[in-house]
């Protein structure tokens, strides 16, 4: 406990801890914003008019209104265009999208302005046409919504991803310890001691579990308030952001550990962690990214952000457990591996 | 000094590749002695002193350390052992306090024995009124004497010290010396290693004479100025000794340390 308490001392005497804090803020608020109208282009919709027609005894035209109704239902006004050149309409104006019913489904034409919208139409239209063969018995359900998935803002985002990120970033404060370890050549008294390397192991890996938690707990206490981010479901995100935190200092003292110098360990963290953000969604949201999902799949960052933006978002995530899950290997692992490295690095 | 061997080597010899640093060495320490290890750099003083505590590990050869074997039972060892290195090793960002609360409870001290250890050991070394400082503040005496109180809260009963008065003012020097002869008084036994000739003069009971990772002469002081004169009024100094049987001068390896 002494030599926990001790380390944990000379972490938290480190003004460093307080730059952290306030980059932490800074940059959550400063890609928030960067990033705002990229997602709110994504995930807005806008009011718009959308027209609608048959084509000539078309099979569906017996459900003209029953469509109504549903797009009424989800706040969409809709306008019948008996005969229509749609091209035409959405290229004046006349209309911003507009939806061709045929018997084989449905063709969906809008301006590049209103994508999401156009998206949504589709998904109505496609949803009404799939439950023909029930109305047609006369079993259609006339009232029924269709289930969109309420989209993050960029502050909510943006807050998620940047609490993950840094996260990881901090397991590089048990570069303190070490290095004034190495510096003050205390590993001499270490080595002539009868402490075991397992003691040894938690001196490093619980100060540094318990400031990266301390860190995250006060960013997330000043991001809420100045960036109003609501926590729908804050006791599996704070669980999630808890066993990341302790993940994170399981990975960062199996590096320090293992690599002799500390600014190549920071080095080869910062590249890990680099990676980790990169293709978890850390810099451009995951909702936008442009790679393969195998890339991202392999991004601990990448299911923690998802999952807590889902559940803050959605109220649930598929991804809880799988996190969950990950991120338990991750401790369970880096524990006993850590143990090892410090018992080398002793005998070192 | 009590008749009972606390460290005794047989054999011992180090080997870095090719090198051989500590070349077979055999001898024997008595519990309550302030044994002096005299050379010049690179006779394979540190190196010795290494493998008594478990750093280095013998090419060959057997250490017993309080009637142990040294290989087989380290743990036992180590927890008698008090080492002070040649470099200071404390935590600067620490207060002197804590650095001593920290380096004594690897020793197993725990709860109201570990803060009245760490008194002791403040007190011992004249630095209890400056517990609450940060070790950084410290001048270089005041740091040699907290890096002494880190490495004697669990009360060892085997001091070593690594020329713990390497590029410190003649007072801190003089009050370090007092403290190792009070150590000793208190039941410690010490082994020292200095490149000052005066120092181990003054205060060690026996004294080792090591070159090219040799023991060249063992004995106390007047045992050691009869090996080169045997005119018993000779004023002869250790120094001398140490010319005549190694037929170097140690302030030669000294570097600017040598006062």
Known sequence: MTLIKNNLKLLLRCKVLILIVIVMVMVTGLLSAVFKDLMTDSFELKECKVGYTFSSECKYEPLKSVIETVFEDNDIDLIYYPQADAEKLVGNGAADVFISINDEGCTVYSDKEYKNESGLVKMIAYSIISQSVGVQSGNFANEYEIAVDPMPDSELYYTIAYTVYFIWCAMIVLGVVISSERKNRIGLRYRCSPASSIKRYFGYFVPTSTVIILLIAVSVAICTPLYSISWNEPLLSFVILLLGCIASAAVGTVIFSLIKNVIVSIAVEYCLIMYFGFFGGAFASYMHASFADGLRETSPIYYMIRSIVELNTMGQSDYTATTLILLCAIIVVCIPLGMIAVKLRGER | ?259
């Open chain 2, 1 to 259: 000094m009590k008749d009972e061997t606390i460290l005794e080597f047989k054999g011992l010899s180090k080997k870095f590749g090719d090198k051989t640093v500590v070349d077979h060495i055999s001898l024997e320490i008595k519990e309550g002695e302030i044994f002096g290890l005299l050379g010049p750099n690179g006779a394979g003083k540190s190196t010795t002193l290494n493998m008594v505590c478990s750093l280095l590990k013998p090419t060959s050869g057997n250490i017993e350390i309080f009637g142990l074997n040294a290989s087989d039972n380290m743990k036992r060892i180590k927890n008698q052992i008090g080492y002070i290195p040649q470099e200071l090793a404390i935590h600067g960002n620490l207060k002197a306090w804590e650095n001593v609360e920290l380096f004594t409870s690897l020793y197993g001290i725990k709860g109201k024995d570990l803060k009245t250890a760490i008194d002791e050991s403040l007190e011992f070394v004249g630095l209890l009124d400056k517990r609450k400082d940060y070790a950084k503040n410290f001048s270089g005496g005041m740091k040699r004497r907290l890096n002494i109180a880190c490495a004697i809260g669990h009360k060892p009963r085997l001091m070593i010290f690594d020329e713990p008065t390497v590029g410190i003012d003649p007072q801190s020097r003089n009050f370090i010396l007092e403290k190792i002869v009070d150590a000793n008084k208190r039941g410690a036994t010490i082994i020292y290693t200095s490149h000052y000739m005066e120092e181990v003069e003054a205060i060690c009971t026996r004294i080792a004479i090591m070159d090219n990772g040799r023991i060249i002469a063992v004995g106390t002081r007047d045992e050691l100025v009869r090996l080169v004169t045997d005119d018993p009024n000779s004023n002869i100094s250790l120094e001398e000794v140490f010319l005549t049987l190694t037929g170097k001068k140690l302030r030669d390896y000294a570097g600017g340390d040598y006062l």
